[in-house]
């Protein structure tokens, strides 16, 4: 799996036949030797700690996560959002991400944020076919509040070479749709995960409650 540079970033940038789309980009400096720099959106979620002392996915009937988290949006200028220590939110990049069907690519956090305590990941990767914003996990694991700014440069997105080339990428039942902003947890819909918290039931089939 090979790594894109800078020049073969801007290149696909271009391509019209198998295009990489970033948009928007507001500084070229954003393209960096190997990666793309990606800017924090305006939208969080949150989790509404005072409501529960403990949950499961599975436990919500329809998947009404609404009910344990809420979303937040704030305006690009003049307001910012406070991550506190020990806190999880979700977020998401500014820029709207098209990947071609020829690769992949992985979030990273930029180091410079890393060092403020500011912990930033995906949970997978950025998948051939995926289009939309990329909903980003924001811990803080130092020990003062972050004020986190819409607009400001807080990750950035490496490119792999994704070969052979998918026929149908990001095709078929997805959980995860064209985001426009962050997206609550879908686990519920696994069923892998709805089996195995039942697994002491005997009425699920397939699984003996004394096994």
């Known amino acids: 799996m090979s790594t894109l540079t800078k020049s073969k970033i801007e290149e696909r940038l271009k391509d019209k036949e198998r295009p990489l789309v970033i948009s928007p980009i507001l500084d070229l400096k954003q393209i960096g030797d190997v990666s793309v720099d990606l800017r924090l959106g305006n939208q969080f979620i949150v989790f509404r700690m005072h409501r529960f002392g403990e949950f499961s996915p599975y436990d919500q009937p329809g998947s009404k996560l609404g009910g344990l988290q809420e979303?937040?949006?704030?305006?690009?200028?003049?307001?910012?959002?406070?991550?506190?220590?020990?806190?999880?939110?979700?977020?998401?990049?500014?820029?709207?991400?098209?990947?071609?069907?020829?690769?992949?690519?992985?979030?990273?956090?930029?180091?410079?944020?890393?060092?403020?305590?500011?912990?930033?990941?995906?949970?997978?990767?950025?998948?051939?076919?995926?289009?939309?914003?990329?909903?980003?996990?924001?811990?803080?694991?130092?020990?003062?509040?972050?004020?986190?700014?819409?607009?400001?440069?807080?990750?950035?997105?490496?490119?792999?070479d994704a070969l052979p080339q998918m026929a149908k990428a990001y095709k078929g039942k997805r959980k995860y749709l064209c985001p426009v902003g962050p997206q609550f947890s879908r686990a519920h819909l696994d069923d892998d995960g709805k089996r195995f918290s039942l697994a002491l039931d005997p009425s699920v089939d397939g699984i003996a409650a004394d096994d």
């Open 71 to 160: 979303r937040q949006v704030i305006r690009y200028y003049g307001e910012h959002f406070v991550l506190h220590p020990g806190v999880l939110v979700l977020g998401s990049t500014f820029e709207y991400i098209g990947m071609p069907n020829d690769l992949e690519g992985q979030i990273e956090g930029r180091s410079s944020w890393a060092r403020l305590g500011l912990q930033i990941a995906t949970a997978s990767s950025v998948e051939p076919g995926f289009g939309g914003v990329l909903t980003l996990e924001l811990s803080n694991v130092g020990t003062i509040p972050l004020k986190l700014h819409p607009g400001v440069r807080v990750a950035q997105l490496v490119l792999h």
